[in-house]
């Protein structure tokens, strides 16, 4: 299996990445916490003369599995194409 570095030095790939947006009031403190990971997604857009996307990674940290981070992550990028 492909690590994500040979993945990303292929062809013209892309890296999504989910982080945290952390509310006004938490930037505000002295010592905020810094934004959580949330995952990534790698794909890549196909040119002429077919136009097509594929989706070649989806990750999640496992704390943050099961809340619907991948599926809005795939939704992201549907959207894009």
Known sequence: EETLLEVLTGDVIRLGLLIEVLPDSEKK??????PAFLG????????????????????????????GFGRQMVRWAIEKA
């Open 29 to 34: 403190k002295k010592a905020p916490r810094k």
């Open 40 to 67: 990534f997604i790698t794909y890549k857009f196909w040119g002429p003369p077919l136009k097509a996307m594929s989706i070649s990674r989806v990750a999640v940290p496992k704390k943050y599995q099961m809340q």
